[in-house]
């Protein structure tokens, strides 16, 4: 936040120093350098876009042009690395060293931020601004900073995209991934195919809720568009304005049912579809033959006319093989090319186009199911279905970008309440991107360097608008700026919050949304030698919670919480952020049920998976249950593809009648509830009690709610010792479903003994 302070009788804006990412070294010393109408600006050929971009900036930004004597300069420094900076902000001087326009670029960004945001909008009208004397020395730690936008499931103008290029700009990230092609459209203009601009950039109609709502319903209403080349055009002249480089992304083989719409030669039956209405995984794939590939390779020589980006991303992921199986022809070239299966026929298609895009100077970049069948030779993976396939392609030297789902997708939902819109699922908050590695702890230091960064995702299902898409975006975007450029040792949430705060000032003046969850009220149950306890604790500094009991909305005189509230009995909390007079954010809410599993010892023969490791084992015996809708929340427990054995040992002969818990089925992203479950009671005089529950895969539910009632004959007193679990895992998702072929989620909430 900007102060005022006095100097020469006069009061001169100061601001503060909260640069996002955080910078590799930052130390502020004495005084200010005043930026004014004597303020001046020196620079050579070699650092004009920056220069330019930072006089325009000012000048444009309020009321001081650049004219003055003291001086902004320009210095090249070729020790610097191509993208690193020096700003030394001096009581008379400003110098920014680098090596390249680039580097300059980012130093501008941080001096930026230094700046009232109300340079931003044009609104500034003071004539002085004291920036604090500051000497930054600041590099990145990956090469491959980047942000992904979804243009097939909704699309978004080219006035947004140009905005969307310059908050990565700001954060000196410098990749757009524009996914352009989809089953539900093709967004790209391609002169040689006409019809996929008049047939595959439209559908017929959009669904309607959430893709896990049975039945499916339709607004019955056409949406479609394209992007013209002269607008891609334009979209890449000015992200290279910004030294953002643009990776378009042309799916293939799957995720191609538009293109199959405009021509269905190029699918396996040559029959009629539709454009996408719904969204998921379809059976139609690019069939393997000739006409398919000179379609493919004319696509591609037109794309890459517009974009002059090294690597081209291919899509490769979600490529069912139902119509490979069933096809004379692919299983003909199975056999002339000597193929083991489908899988290696995609390692083939794959191979295919990337000898043709090296041959153009290009490489490609794909989706780690490319990996399946083998790996084309110069391919670079990005690992989304967590980080297997990163560690494996890193250990076979291939380069790998990390976009992880667990962390990177920020089409999940930022935070537990229950007003937050609709989502695909998931729950990827604020701290989790920010506390993300992107270099898995499997790599030895030479096969980390195979890892080129990493970037955030956003799927656009359930984002009809350009303000949902920031909402989604920020702040998470901030944290994943963090994550790529910022060393990871120099991280601390904490300080990162504040900043973030700082930084929404500066969202405000860019007219850009952004969820604001700074405010919210983070619980835990304490279980040690003081018995049970609630923690609650919000991060922001200078604020107060205050609490109730009894499930009635907390006000400015409800009770102040200062340590740890005793839990003796079932309770609902709520709880709220406080200043001075009012309320922060929105309501913390916390029903504790002490049942009499809570606190006990709890032992699972499996990890949970690391994506999804909700609060451990001992998550499942704390009282709380989980989110209806966000299975990727702390009470929420994931495994993949695993059976699981879960012990409860109630520590003393308890009398119990029975048990609950619940699994998610949202089988839209391959959870599904499991097959069967084995009961083993211990009682009291060492006998075991046992029992089998066997599930249908026909649920509809979401979440399958899950009571059983022991088995004990009326009038008996039975007591046990210990609870065992076994979980029987789903298995492989079958044909038509979405994931078919993968290994099944199980996921898993609160055990509740009564």
Request: net charge negative; glycine share 8%.
């Given at each position: 936040?900007?102060?005022?302070?006095?100097?020469?009788?006069?009061?001169?804006?100061?601001?503060?120093?909260?640069?996002?990412?955080q910078?590799?070294?930052?130390?502020?010393?004495?005084?200010s350098?005043?930026?004014?109408?004597?303020?001046?600006?020196?620079?050579?050929?070699?650092?004009?876009?920056?220069?330019?971009?930072?006089?325009?900036y000012?000048?444009?930004?309020?009321?001081?042009?650049?004219?003055?004597?003291?001086?902004?300069?320009?210095?090249?420094?070729?020790?610097?690395?191509?993208?690193?900076?020096?700003?030394?902000?001096?009581?008379?001087?400003?110098?920014?060293?680098?090596?390249?326009?680039?580097?300059?670029?980012?130093?501008?960004?941080?001096?930026?931020?230094?700046?009232?945001?109300?340079?931003?909008?044009?609104?500034?009208?003071?004539?002085d601004?004291?920036?604090?004397c500051?000497?930054?020395?600041?590099e990145?730690?990956?090469?491959?900073?980047?942000?992904?936008?979804?243009?097939?499931?909704?699309m978004?103008?080219?006035?947004?995209?140009?905005?969307?290029?310059?908050?990565l700009?700001?954060?000196?990230?410098?990749?757009?991934?524009?996914?352009?092609?989809?089953d539900?459209?093709?967004?790209?203009?391609?002169?040689?195919?006409?019809?996929?601009?008049?047939?595959?950039?439209?559908?017929?109609?959009?669904?309607?809720?959430?893709?896990n709502?049975?039945?499916?319903?339709?607004?019955?209403?056409?949406?479609?568009?394209?992007?013209?080349?002269?607008?891609?055009?334009?979209?890449?002249?000015?992200?290279?304005?910004?030294?953002?480089?643009?990776?378009?992304?042309?799916?293939?083989?799957?995720?191609?049912?538009?293109?199959?719409?405009?021509?269905?030669?190029?699918?396996?039956?040559?029959?009629?579809?539709?454009?996408?209405?719904?969204?998921?995984?379809?059976?139609?794939?690019?069939?393997?033959?000739?006409?398919?590939?000179?379609?493919?390779?004319?696509?591609?020589?037109?794309?890459?006319?517009?974009?002059?980006?090294?690597?081209?991303?291919?899509?490769?992921?979600?490529?069912?093989?139902?119509?490979?199986?069933?096809?004379?022809?692919?299983?003909?070239?199975?056999?002339?090319e000597?193929?083991?299966?489908?899988?290696?026929?995609?390692?083939?298609?794959?191979?295919?186009?990337?000898?043709?895009?090296?041959?153009?100077?290009?490489?490609?970049?794909?989706?780690?199911?490319?990996?399946?069948?083998?790996?084309?030779?110069?391919?670079?993976?990005?690992?989304?279905?967590?980080?297997?396939?990163?560690?494996?392609?890193?250990?076979?030297?291939?380069?790998?970008?990390?976009?992880?789902?667990?962390?990177?997708?920020?089409d999940?939902?930022?935070?537990?309440?229950?007003?937050?819109?609709?989502?695909?699922?998931?729950?990827?908050?604020?701290?989790?991107v920010?506390?993300?590695?992107?270099?898995?702890?499997?790599?030895?230091?030479?096969?980390?360097?195979?890892?080129?960064?990493?970037?955030?995702?956003?799927?656009?299902?359930?984002?009809?608008?350009?303000?949902?898409?920031?909402?989604?975006?920020?702040?998470?975007?901030?944290?994943m700026?963090?994550?790529?450029?910022?060393?990871?040792e120099n991280?601390?949430?904490?300080?990162f919050?504040?900043?973030?705060?700082?930084?929404?000032?500066?969202?405000?003046?860019?007219?850009?949304?952004?969820?604001?969850?700074?405010?919210?009220?983070?619980?835990?149950l304490?279980?040690?030698?003081?018995?049970?306890?609630?923690?609650?604790q919000?991060?922001?500094?200078?604020?107060?919670?205050?609490?109730?009991?009894?499930?009635?909305?907390?006000?400015?005189?409800?009770?102040?919480?200062?340590?740890?509230?005793?839990?003796?009995?079932?309770?609902?909390?709520?709880?709220?952020?406080?200043?001075?007079?009012?309320?922060?954010?929105?309501?913390?809410?916390?029903?504790?049920?002490?049942?009499?599993?809570?606190?006990?010892?709890?032992?699972?023969?499996?990890?949970?998976?690391?994506?999804?490791?909700?609060?451990?084992?001992?998550?499942l015996?704390?009282?709380?249950?989980?989110s209806?809708?966000?299975?990727?929340?702390?009470?929420?427990?994931?495994?993949?593809?695993?059976?699981?054995?879960?012990?409860i040992?109630?520590?003393?002969?308890?009398?119990?009648?029975?048990?609950?818990?619940?699994?998610?089925?949202?089988?839209?992203?391959?959870?599904?509830?499991?097959?069967?479950?084995?009961?083993?009671?211990?009682?009291?005089?060492?006998?075991?009690?046992?029992?089998?529950?066997?599930?249908?895969?026909?649920?509809?539910?979401k979440i399958?709610?899950?009571?059983?009632?022991?088995?004990?004959?009326?009038?008996?007193?039975?007591?046990?010792?210990?609870?065992?679990?076994?979980?029987?895992?789903?298995?492989?998702?079958?044909?038509?479903?979405?994931?078919a072929?993968?290994?099944?989620?199980?996921?898993?909430?609160?055990?509740?003994?009564?």
């Amino acid at each position: 936040m900007s102060i005022l302070f006095n100097c020469k009788e006069k009061e001169i804006l100061t601001t503060d120093v909260l640069v996002i990412p955080q910078p590799l070294e930052q130390t502020i010393n004495k005084g200010s350098f005043i930026l004014n109408a004597s303020t001046g600006i020196q620079y050579d050929d070699v650092f004009k876009i920056s220069a330019e971009f930072l006089k325009s900036y000012i000048e444009e930004g309020g009321n001081i042009k650049l004219v003055g004597s003291n001086l902004i300069s320009f210095i090249k420094d070729d020790t610097l690395a191509d993208e690193g900076y020096s700003l030394e902000i001096l009581p008379n001087t400003i110098k920014i060293k680098a090596k390249t326009d680039q580097g300059a670029f980012y130093a501008i960004q941080s001096l930026r931020q230094l700046l009232p945001p109300e340079f931003e909008n044009g609104t500034f009208q003071e004539n002085d601004i004291a920036i604090p004397c500051t000497t930054i020395k600041d590099e990145p730690q990956f090469s491959y900073r980047g942000m992904h936008l979804d243009v097939g499931r909704h699309m978004f103008s080219v006035d947004f995209i140009k905005k969307y290029i310059d908050a990565l700009a700001l954060l000196k990230m410098n990749t757009f991934h524009w996914h352009l092609t989809e089953d539900q459209g093709w967004r790209i203009e391609i002169k040689k195919y006409p019809k996929l601009q008049e047939i595959a950039a439209f559908r017929n109609e959009t669904l309607i809720g959430h893709y896990n709502d049975q039945p499916h319903q339709f607004d019955g209403k056409q949406y479609g568009g394209y992007y013209t080349q002269e607008e891609v055009k334009e979209v890449v002249a000015y992200a290279q304005s910004r030294f953002v480089t643009v990776i378009p992304e042309i799916e293939l083989p799957g995720h191609s049912q538009a293109a199959i719409a405009a021509y269905p030669e190029l699918g396996c039956t040559g029959e009629q579809v539709n454009v996408a209405t719904k969204w998921g995984v379809f059976e139609e794939i690019y069939c393997p033959k000739e006409e398919t590939f000179a379609f493919l390779e004319d696509v591609l020589d037109e794309v890459l006319a517009l974009f002059p980006s090294e690597f081209i991303h291919i899509g490769g992921d979600e490529a069912p093989k139902t119509r490979w199986k069933h096809c004379n022809h692919c299983q003909a070239l199975i056999k002339k090319e000597g193929l083991k299966d489908e899988h290696e026929l995609q390692s083939y298609f794959i191979s295919r186009i990337e000898t043709y895009l090296n041959s153009k100077g290009r490489q490609i970049i794909g989706w780690d199911e490319i990996l399946e069948g083998g790996l084309a030779p110069n391919a670079t993976v990005m690992s989304w279905r967590g980080i297997s396939g990163a560690i494996e392609a890193a250990k076979q030297h291939h380069n790998v970008v990390m976009t992880p789902t667990s962390h990177c997708y920020f089409d999940y939902y930022q935070s537990e309440n229950d007003n937050e819109p609709i989502a695909i699922g998931g729950y990827l908050p604020l701290e989790k991107v920010y506390n993300f590695n992107p270099i898995p702890d499997e790599l030895t230091k030479e096969e980390a360097k195979y890892v080129l960064g990493a970037q955030g995702n956003i799927w656009t299902e359930y984002m009809k608008t350009s303000e949902q898409v920031e909402y989604m975006a920020f702040p998470r975007i901030l944290a994943m700026s963090e994550v790529v450029w910022s060393k990871q040792e120099n991280k601390n949430y904490p300080d990162f919050v504040k900043r973030v705060e700082n930084f929404h000032k500066r969202l405000d003046a860019l007219n850009i949304n952004y969820a604001n969850h700074l405010y919210e009220i983070e619980g835990d149950l304490l279980s040690d030698n003081n018995g049970l306890r609630y923690q609650l604790q919000t991060l922001t500094d200078g604020k107060n919670i205050r609490f109730t009991l009894d499930g009635s909305e907390p006000t400015i005189n409800s009770e102040a919480y200062t340590k740890p509230i005793p839990i003796t009995e079932s309770v609902s909390i709520k709880a709220s952020v406080f200043n001075s007079d009012k309320k922060l954010g929105t309501t913390f809410s916390q029903d504790i049920n002490l049942h009499k599993a809570v606190g006990k010892k709890i032992t699972i023969n499996k990890e949970p998976h690391k994506s999804y490791p909700g609060s451990g084992a001992e998550g499942l015996v704390n009282g709380i249950s989980g989110s209806d809708s966000r299975y990727g929340d702390k009470e929420w427990l994931g495994f993949w593809g695993e059976d699981i054995e879960i012990t409860i040992d109630l520590g003393e002969e308890t009398e119990i009648n029975s048990i609950e818990t619940r699994f998610h089925n949202g089988q839209g992203q391959w959870i599904y509830a499991p097959k069967e479950i084995h009961f083993l009671f211990e009682l009291d005089d060492d006998s075991f009690l046992s029992k089998k529950v066997f599930f249908s895969d026909q649920y509809d539910d979401k979440i399958l709610n899950f009571d059983y009632e022991l088995p004990i004959p009326e009038g008996m007193n039975v007591k046990i010792k210990t609870i065992t679990l076994k979980i029987l895992n789903y298995g492989t998702i079958p044909k038509g479903k979405q994931g078919a072929g993968n290994k099944a989620w199980t996921f898993i909430d609160e055990i509740i003994v009564n």
